[in-house]
């Protein structure tokens, strides 16, 4: 929030706000906020000068003009500011700050308690860059659910949370932990119930993670640019295992999302009907054909190509041979899924990696989209409605309209002319609550 704002919120906040941020809840007060410039619904008209008030951490108005506060309620000043949905990011490893040989190290060396405290800070970054809704898609710890539960029970304060739990994946997959290193160090890595082999195993690693509480079902149908294996990126599970992870996450009514960098396993996950796929780096026209004709969103998580660079840059003498090959290869076709796929009329959510790269910064993926063929009004589309509706929460957030959870931002300048304004957020509101 920038220093100008926090001086225009009016004085008589402090007092609440403080309790409200120790336990993640709306002020007991209403909240009027008063926006300069008001996209409500991306996609749509965007309004004028406008009023919100905020009731127990949800939307209860939002009229035009700024209209003067109620005894009583709490006025927050974003007449010069242009106030639109809160932001969602479709793909983050919120417990994650590393990969490759250094997060290799650090799954060795740290504890689960110490991956829950990151997971947290690394929620707060996110927070405080707009971001009031992530879908956290995995981690080997199970932390993230644990601040999944505390933020919806307003222990703590972080976005709301979607979890994978553990992603799924076949022994040697992408997801299995273990994959590459020498068979003595594999019982440290294999044994979190994640890797499955054949349909009756598949099925069992679903239920697993439904009985640990994941909101999700994530799984690697492909092999990964990090695996620590020389088996390319091509399919790396039988049509059989993906069919029964499918099949029973939809008994258990989980949305399910799929992990593949090749084509070929990109089109068994349409297949089978998936919710999104993530990263799809390889298209054929078969592809492109078969996504334009589905419901299937597809997540580019384009913000990786600034970890890899990074790589590059420091050298990648200490990656495996195929790490590194494929991080080489993939600085050189990030982006080039999205231009043929936007055209074709694919559904696109918003979704970065954060945890590939740095958390708070996920903003940058907006730079990347409009870099690859969309408008800034398409991307930001992409990170509210769309997100919203793959997530399965579009009564709840993706809009400013009456009912709806009170998340809420705000920028400096036209987010639908300049992309680059989310990257200085002013104003952050989640679930009712300001997040300084």
Not at 322 to 340: F, H, M, N, P
Request: glycine fraction near 12%; proline fraction near 4%; charged fraction near 20%.
């Amino acid at each position: 929030m920038g220093p100008e704002t926090k001086r225009r919120i009016a004085t008589g906040l402090a007092t609440g706000l403080a309790a409200g941020l120790l336990a993640g809840t709306a002020l007991a007060e209403p909240q009027v906020i008063h926006a300069g410039r008001l996209v409500a619904v991306p996609g749509e008209d965007v309004r004028g000068p406008s009023t919100i008030t905020v009731d127990n951490g949800r939307i209860v108005s939002v009229v035009d003009g700024l209209q003067p506060a109620p005894a009583g309620a709490t006025l927050i000043d974003l007449s010069d500011k242009t106030v639109l949905p809160g932001l969602i990011d479709s793909h983050v490893h919120l417990a994650s700050d590393t990969t490759g040989n250094a997060g290799l190290i650090e799954d060795m060396v740290r504890s689960d308690n110490w991956f829950t405290l990151n997971a947290y800070v690394n929620g707060m970054k996110t927070l405080r860059a707009g971001f009031t809704t992530v879908r956290n898609m995995g981690d080997g710890t199970g932390s993230t659910e644990a601040l999944s539960n505390a933020v919806a029970e307003g222990l703590v304060m972080g976005p709301r949370i979607i979890d994978a739990g553990k992603p799924i994946s076949t022994t040697a997959g992408h997801m299995d932990g273990a994959v590459g290193l020498k068979p003595d160090f594999r019982p440290m890595f294999d044994a979190s119930g994640n890797t499955c082999d054949g349909p009756a195993d598949c099925r069992r690693a679903v239920r697993e993670q439904v009985a640990n509480g994941a909101d999700v079902i994530k799984f690697a149908i492909t092999g990964g640019v990090n695996s620590r294996i020389g088996a390319g990126l091509g399919a790396q599970m039988h049509m059989d295992e993906a069919r029964a992870i499918v099949e029973t996450a939809r008994l258990y009514d989980k949305k399910v999302a799929v992990h593949a960098h090749g084509a070929d396993g990109a089109l068994m996950a349409l297949e089978l009907g998936v919710d999104s796929i993530e990263h799809a780096t390889i298209m054929s026209d078969e592809l492109i054909r078969t996504w334009a004709n589905s419901d299937t969103y597809y997540v580019p998580t384009l913000m990786t190509v600034n970890s890899y660079v990074t790589r590059v840059a420091a050298g990648l003498e200490n990656e495996a041979p195929s790490v590194a090959e494929k991080i080489q290869w993939r600085i050189e076709i990030t982006g080039k899924s999205l231009q043929d796929l936007v055209p074709a009329g694919v559904k696109i959510a918003f979704g970065t990696d954060a945890g590939v790269w740095r958390h708070g910064e996920n903003a940058d993926e907006f730079r990347l989209m409009v870099e690859n063929g969309m408008t800034p009004e398409s991307a930001l589309i992409a990170a509210t409605l769309n997100a919203a509706d793959l997530l399965g929460l579009s009564d709840e957030i993706g809009t400013i309209e009456v009912g709806k959870s009170a998340d809420i931002v705000a920028v400096n300048g036209d987010p639908l002319s300049d992309e680059s304004v989310y990257k200085d957020m002013q104003f952050v509101m989640a679930r009712g609550t300001v997040v300084e």
